[in-house]
């Protein structure tokens, strides 16, 4: 071949290299940069003259040395291909995207593929990255996700309180009903409404009565652990499963939130609302032959606070 044919030959291939929309770079066996086309300059701002032969970690701190050479190892030892997808790692490079105003990601999400290249030889010196931008798919991935988990939350949430709404609450009423019966472990359940809350409701309208019910589930989530499940039964009524808690446990946490709510008043345009809750406690027992007998127990606690007075705490006998 002619040095003017080689040079040609030279010429494409610097071409082809540079035309294509994906990063590529050849390491050799010491990870040596050998080959770095003209989308890796790009989006490094590394000139080809200043990384070729020298050691690709020097210049990328954020690829993890020891996690690359294990991937790299059976693509030089067994000549198998390795990948490596977004979802596992964002990405090899920590380049910015391509977008950084109108995008959602200020780096590139990559897909990479590393390839043996064998050498006249038959043996592999070489490996060849191929380096995918793939941030348009992952950030389209990743919107659908977060709506998705916004719909699931949506379906399980209260939108008035917070609060877990009564279809999802009783789903894990039913499953801490089993698992505390399979476990021998104690439970307790409160359920608790607002006191006299048509009166609310006549005097300030529907509006000053959601702001009781908000107040009241701020003051339910302050005083409940995390492991407690709070929910809203319905209207004013409220629900509150405690896991590994006894009834005498519950009070304490029943009398807390009775005492926040009395004196914890509700500022509603110009008026001031106080309201009280009555609270009935009833703790599981191994005779409870369905949760729906542990919720009736709870719920005439509660019927038994209302008819001795209201703002008052009662437990369901044993």
């Known amino acids: ?30 990870f040596n940069v050998l080959v770095w086309n003209q989308f890796m300059e790009n989006h490094s701002g590394i000139l080809p003259s200043q990384i070729r032969g020298k050691c690709l970690f020097d210049f990328f701190k954020e690829i993890d040395r020891d996690w690359f050479q294990r991937k790299a190892e059976p693509v030089f030892n067994l000549r198998s291909s390795a990948f490596m997808i977004w979802e596992q790692r964002p990405y090899l490079f920590k380049f910015e995207s391509n ?16 390839f043996p290249l064998t050498s006249l030889n038959d043996q592999v010196e070489q490996i060849c990255l191929v380096v995918y931008d793939v941030t348009d798919e992952a950030l389209g991935k990743l919107q659908i996700q977060r709506l998705n988990e916004t719909l699931e939350n949506m379906s399980r949430v209260d939108g008035l309180t917070g609060l877990y709404n009564r279809r999802f609450w009783e789903e894990q009423f039913n499953l ?40 009241l589930a ?29 009834a005498k446990q519950a009070r304490i946490v029943a009398e807390r939130i009775r005492k926040l709510a009395e004196h914890v008043p509700v500022e509603h345009e110009e008026h001031t609302i106080v309201f009280t809750v009555s609270l009935g406690i009833a703790e599981l027992q191994d005779s409870y032959q369905q949760p729906l007998v542990w919720l009736e127990k709870a719920d005439q606690a509660l019927y038994e606070a209302k008819e001795s007075g209201r703002n008052r705490v009662c437990i369901s006998p044993s």
């Open 1 to 30: 071949m002619s040095s003017d044919e080689t040079f040609n030959e030279l010429h494409w291939q610097h071409d082809l290299l540079g035309s294509i929309e994906v990063g590529l770079a050849v390491l050799d066996k010491q």
């Open 99 to 114: 977008r950084p105003i109108t995008s959602a990601s200020e780096h590139m999400f990559q897909n990479v593929t590393v």
């Open 176 to 215: 801490e009903y089993k698992r505390s019966k399979r476990a021998g472990h104690p439970a307790s359940l409160i359920m608790l409404d607002i006191d006299h809350f048509k009166r609310v409701n006549d005097t300030y309208g529907h509006p000053g009565g959601d702001d009781v019910i908000k107040m």
């Open 218 to 246: 701020r003051i339910i989530k302050k005083s409940v652990r995390e492991t407690d499940v709070c929910g809203r039964y319905g209207g004013e009524e409220f629900a509150i499963l405690l896991p590994d808690t006894t």
